[in-house]
C-alpha cells in the first residue's frame, strides 16, 4: 500500500502565470471593487504580449469564445482591435527606445503586415513617428 503525496510535493497552478491571472481576474470580479484598468483588459494585454495578436488566439487562450470576449471588452468601453493597438504601440515604444532594431523587424517582430501599416498605426497611437521615438 502506498503512502499518498504531500500536497506541497505537487506543483501549484499558480505558479503558471495565466492560471494566476485568471484566478485573480475572478476575484476581482467578485469583489466588485474596480482596480483601474480591468482584469479582462490586463489579461489580453497579456496575451497579446505573449504574441497572441488576434482575437481567436486571444479568447482561446483565455478560455472563452471571441464573441464572448467582444462583448467583455465592449462592457469595459474598449473594443478588442484598440486594446490590441494600443498594447503594441507600447511594446514598440519600448523596442525602439532600448533596442537598436531596424523598424522593419519591429514590426516583424509585432506581426503587422509591413513597415507602412506599423508605421501608421504606430503614428496614430502615439502620435509620433517611430523615427521620432527613437530620437
Known amino acids: 500500500m502506498s503512502s499518498p503525496k504531500p500536497i506541497l510535493s505537487r506543483p501549484s497552478l499558480l505558479y503558471e502565470p ?74 514598440a515604444e519600448e523596442l525602439l527606445i532600448e533596442t537598436t532594431l531596424p523598424v522593419s523587424e519591429i514590426a516583424e517582430r509585432l506581426q503587422y503586415s509591413d513597415d507602412k501599416a506599423f508605421r501608421k498605426v504606430f503614428k496614430t497611437m502615439t502620435g509620433k513617428t517611430p523615427t521620432e521615438t527613437r530620437a
Not at 78 to 87: E, I, P, Q, Y
Open 18 to 91: 495565466l492560471v494566476y491571472e485568471q484566478l485573480r481576474f475572478i476575484a476581482d470580479l467578485s469583489s466588485g471593487e474596480p482596480t483601474g484598468t480591468s482584469p479582462l483588459r490586463q489579461l489580453v494585454e497579456q496575451a497579446i504580449c505573449a504574441g497572441d495578436h488576434t482575437i481567436e488566439r486571444v479568447a482561446a487562450t483565455l478560455q472563452v469564445t471571441p464573441r464572448t470576449l467582444q462583448r467583455r471588452l465592449q462592457k469595459d468601453g474598449v473594443t478588442f482591435r484598440t486594446v490590441l493597438n494600443g498594447t503594441r504601440a507600447r511594446l
